[in-house]
C-alpha cells in the first residue's frame, strides 16, 4: 500500500483555503515534526506542550525576528487529526502575500509542500478511511447541488464501503466452502452444496446489479443531466429558457467555481442540476472554431438523456414537430415536447369570442395531433401543449417533469448510489467475474476455478475501498484534489 | 461612539475565508447567541459546556436531520476572542454550495449576516483594538508586497497609536498648564511659562511633521510607486521590460486577486512595489473607448514620482533625449535614462577591432552628451548608458537605482511611517491647530484660545486612534472591509 509520492516520516505544508483575499487563511501542516516545526517560528506559548484539539494565539516570526502575522494556531496530536499524524493549523490574515510567506518559512523549517491531495491520502494510508470516501472528500469539495452534495456526503460517510463489505463477507464466505472443497478434492467431498451456492452467487449477483444501476441516475445527479433544448427560430426557446432561469439563475451564479461551459445553461431544480445544451448554435458555421463549436455541441446532444423540444402552437403543425424530433432522438432519450405561446392563441380566441378549450379539442388534438400525439403516447414522449413562457403559464409543470425524466420516482430513503465511474467499473469487473463462476459452476468445473473467480470478483470489490490498490490508481485518484486537502 | 450599523446584543455571521473551491472554508459567528445558534445545530458535544480556545468535531444537520457537513467547530468565549464577544468558526468542507448552506441553516436559527467589516467594527466597538490598528487589518489583507506588508503590520501592531499616543500625552499636560492658568486668569497669574509653552509646542509641531514627512514615502510603499516607463519604438522598452519582470513576474501572477491595471506592469524590486505605466499607448487613438485610455494614462504619467526614459544608444542622439524628457517631466519627479543596446555598439567595435571604451569618450560624451549630460546632473537625474536588456548588461543597476529613486536612505530601523490618507489629514490638521496655537501665545493673546486650539489639535490626534469618532468615519472605513472580517 506504498505510494510512490508519499514519504513517510516528512512533514507537509499546504494552504488549505482557497486561492484570494479574505478575512482569514489557514494553512494546514500534517506530520511528526509538524508540531515542532510550527514551534520554531511561533512566538507564544510552547506548542508542543498544549493539548490537542486546543487553539493558541501568538505570532509568527521571520529568523530575523521580524513579525510576518498574528495567529491563532489549532493543535491536533495524532492520531486525534485528519490524517491521524500531527496536525498544525495556522489561521493568518488572509493575504495571500502573507499567507506565502509563512508558508515559505515553515518549508525554510524543514515542511515540504504537499501534493495535491495528499492529506487525505495520508488520511487513506493511516486508515482514517477508506478510499471510496476518500473520493468522496473531492466530490464534498465539488458539490454544487443538492443532489451532488447528498451523494457525496453518503459516500464520504461510507454509505458505498458498508454495501461493498457487506457483498465482500457473502463472497468470503462463499470462498471459504469452494475452498474447503478444494482442501478434500481428491476426496471428492462436496462440502458446498452446489445449489445453494448457485443460489448465493445470483442473489450477490443481483446486489451487484442493483448498484449498478444505481450509477446512471447517480452519475446524472453528480454531473448534472444533459439536456438538450431544440426547436425552430421563434419558437420562443430563449423566453422559455429565460423563464425556466429565472428564480434560479441568481443562486447559481452566486457558487463561485461553477464551471460554465459557453454552450450550456446551467438549471437547478429542486437540487437537480439541467446542462441545458441550446442547439440554436447548430444551424451556421462560418469558420473553423466555430465548425469545432459545433462538433462539440452535436456530441453533447448524443450524450444527452433528455430532449426538450419546444414549438410554436400558434404556428407549427403537428407532423414538423415529429420529423424535427425524428432528427434529434437518440436511443434512450426522454422527450419533453412543448407548445408554447399559448398566450397568443388565448389571445386570438378571446377576440374571437370563442371557447379557448375548444380551440385544442377541434383544430389539434382531432385533426392534426390525433395519430402523432398518440404515436408520442406510445413511446413515452411526455407533452405539454398549452405553455406560454410569457406568461409563465405552466412553467412549473415544465419543472416537474423534468424532474420526473431526471429521477424517475427519484431515490428512495437510504439508498446507496453509485455516482463514480470507478466504482462502476470495479462493480462490473464483479458482476462478469460472478458471471464466470455461475457458469463455471453450473457445468460442474471444479472448484478451484471458481474459486479463481470468487477471488477475482473479491479483488474487484477491494479496489472500492483501497483494500486493494496501487501506486497508480492512488495517484490517478488524488493527483485529481486540490493542493492543501 | 455607537455606529448606527451595529445592533448590540445579535449575532452575526458571514464567511471568512475567499470565495471559491479549496480544502476548507471557514464560517465565523460572533455575539452572545454564537454558542447556543452553533449548538442547536451541530451535532457532537454540547458547545456551551466546553472551554474556550477548544476544537470539536461533529456534524452540521438540517432541522430535517440532513447531515449537512462534517465539521471542526472552535471555540472563543468572551472576552477571550476577537470581537470580544462569544465567536465560534465553523471549519467545513470549502465548497461553496455547502458552506452556503450552512450559512442559510445557521441565519434561521437566528444570526444576522454580517456587514462588511462588522468582525472588526465589534473588535474596535470593544476595545480589542483602536481604530488606526482596525484600518491596519484591512490594509494586512490587502498587503502584496514586502513594504506594504511592513507598514500594515507595524500599524496593527501599534506602532502609530503609539505615537499619537504620547503625542496626546504631551499636548494634554500642556492643555493642563494652559487651563490651570485660565482658572486663575481673573487673578492674572501665569502658571505657564510662555516660553516653556512654546518651546512645547514647537517639539510637538517637530513630531507632527516628522510623521507627515514619512506620509509620501508611506504612501507610495502601501500603494506602490507610479513609475512612467517611456522611449521611441524600437528603444527596445519592451525588452527592457521583460529583462526588468523576469524573475519576478511569476511571484506577482501566483498573487490571487492582484488587481492590475492593462496599462500596467508590476514590478516588486527588494519587497517595493513599482507600477509601471507604459506610454505606449499613448500614440494612438482610433476610438472613443482608446481616448478614455489614453486620458486615463496622461493622468498616470502626470501623477508619477520616477520617469525611466529609453533610449536607443546606437541610434539616438543627445539632444532628442532631453527633448523627449522635456515633454514628460513634471516638478518633483525623479529621472532615470537608460542607454539601451549597448550590445549593438559592442558588437559594432569589435567588428572594427576599435576599443569599446572610447565609443563614448570620443563620440558621445565629447561631442554630443557634453552639455546635456552635465544639465541633467545638475538636475539629479540618473542616466546609465550601457544597458542592453538583450544581455543583460546593468539591469541589477537599474533596480538598484529604482530603489534608491523610490525610498533615498530607505526606512530607518523602527522609524514610525504614516500610510493612511486619514491619517495624514488628521495630522495636518493638528499641526495647523498648534500652529494657530503658536501664532496666539506669541503674540500674548489669553490663554482660553490658546486652549481651545489645543483641544482643536487633540481632537484631531483622537481622530486618528477613533477616541474620537463619528457614524459616518466608522462606516466610511468599515464599508471598505471585506465581509467576514
Redesign the interface.
Known amino acids: 500500500m506504498a505510494n510512490s509520492n508519499y514519504i513517510p516520516g516528512d512533514t507537509i505544508v499546504?494552504?488549505?483555503?482557497?486561492?484570494?483575499?479574505?478575512?482569514?487563511?489557514?494553512i494546514?501542516l500534517s506530520g511528526p515534526k509538524a508540531i515542532a516545526i510550527c514551534d520554531s517560528v511561533f512566538y507564544g506559548k510552547q506548542l508542543s506542550e498544549q493539548a490537542s484539539?486546543?487553539?493558541?494565539f501568538g505570532t509568527i516570526r521571520s529568523d530575523e525576528g521580524?513579525?510576518?502575522?498574528?495567529v491563532?494556531v489549532?493543535l491536533?496530536i495524532a492520531p486525534k487529526s485528519y490524517t491521524k499524524e500531527n496536525v498544525v493549523?495556522i489561521?493568518g490574515?488572509?493575504?495571500?502575500?502573507?499567507l506565502?510567506?509563512i508558508i515559505q518559512i515553515l518549508i525554510k523549517k524543514g515542511a515540504r509542500m504537499a501534493q495535491p491531495g495528499e492529506?487525505t491520502l495520508r488520511a487513506f494510508l493511516n486508515g482514517q478511511m477508506d478510499l471510496s470516501q476518500a473520493e468522496a472528500?473531492a466530490d464534498?469539495?465539488?458539490?454544487?447541488?443538492q443532489a451532488s452534495?447528498?451523494i457525496a456526503?453518503q459516500q464520504?460517510?461510507g454509505g458505498i464501503s458498508t454495501e461493498i463489505q457487506k457483498l465482500r463477507r457473502e463472497l468470503i464466505d462463499f470462498a471459504a466452502l469452494i475452498e474447503l472443497e478444494l482442501d478434500f478434492g481428491e476426496e471428492d467431498v462436496e462440502f458446498a452444496d452446489r445449489k445453494k451456492l448457485e443460489n448465493l452467487i445470483i442473489k450477490i449477483k443481483n446486489l451487484l446489479q442493483t448498484l449498478m444501476d444505481s450509477f446512471r441516475l447517480g452519475n446524472a445527479l453528480k454531473e448534472g443531466i444533459n439536456t438538450v433544448i431544440a426547436g425552430r427560430p421563434n419558437a420562443g426557446k430563449s423566453t422559455l429558457l429565460n423563464a425556466l432561469l429565472q428564480e434560479d439563475r441568481a443562486i447559481v451564479s452566486?457558487?463561485?467555481?461553477t464551471t460554465r461551459d459557453l454552450i450550456e445553461e446551467i438549471l437547478n431544480i429542486d437540487g437537480i442540476t439541467f446542462r441545458l445544451i441550446d442547439t440554436a448554435g447548430l444551424r451556421e458555421a462560418t469558420d473553423t472554431i466555430e465548425a469545432i463549436g459545433i462538433k462539440k455541441t452535436l456530441e453533447k446532444v448524443n450524450q444527452s438523456s433528455i430532449l426538450v423540444y419546444v414549438y410554436d402552437s400558434f404556428d407549427l403543425e403537428p407532423p414538423q414537430v415529429k420529423e424535427d424530433i425524428a432528427k434529434l432522438y437518440k436511443e434512450g432519450m426522454k422527450v419533453l415536447i412543448i407548445g408554447n405561446k399559448s398566450d397568443m392563441i388565448e389571445n386570438m380566441y378571446n377576440q374571437q369570442a370563442l371557447q379557448y378549450d375548444k380551440y385544442y379539442k377541434e383544430k389539434y388534438q382531432k385533426e392534426n395531433w390525433g395519430g402523432i400525439h398518440k404515436e408520442f403516447e406510445e413511446r413515452g414522449f411526455l407533452h405539454i401543449k398549452e405553455v406560454s413562457a410569457k406568461t409563465n403559464r405552466n412553467i412549473i409543470l415544465i419543472k416537474r417533469y423534468l424532474i420526473n425524466l431526471a429521477i424517475g420516482d427519484g431515490l428512495t430513503a437510504n439508498q446507496t448510489i453509485v455516482a463514480n465511474s470507478r466504482h462502476y467499473e470495479a462493480l462490473s469487473g464483479a458482476h462478469q467475474s460472478l458471471d464466470q463462476a455461475l457458469t463455471n459452476l453450473q457445468s460442474g468445473i471444479t472448484g478451484d476455478f471458481v474459486a479463481m473467480d470468487i477471488r477475482h470478483a473479491l479483488n474487484y470489490l477491494g479496489e472500492i475501498t483501497g483494500e486493494i490498490s496501487t501506486d497508480d490508481l492512488l495517484d490517478s485518484i488524488f493527483t485529481r484534489f486540490?493542493?492543501?486537502?
Not at 484539539?53 to 493558541?56: A, F, G, M, P, V
Not at 490574515?93 to 502573507?98: L, V
Open positions: 499546504a494552504l488549505a483555503t482557497p486561492q484570494g483575499v479574505g478575512a482569514i487563511g489557514v494546514r484539539h486546543t487553539i493558541h521580524n513579525v510576518i502575522d498574528e491563532l489549532s491536533f493549523e489561521s490574515h488572509g493575504s495571500p502575500y502573507i506565502q510567506q492529506f472528500v464534498l469539495i465539488a458539490a454544487n447541488s452534495h447528498q456526503m464520504m460517510r452566486d457558487i463561485a467555481g486540490c493542493i492543501g486537502k
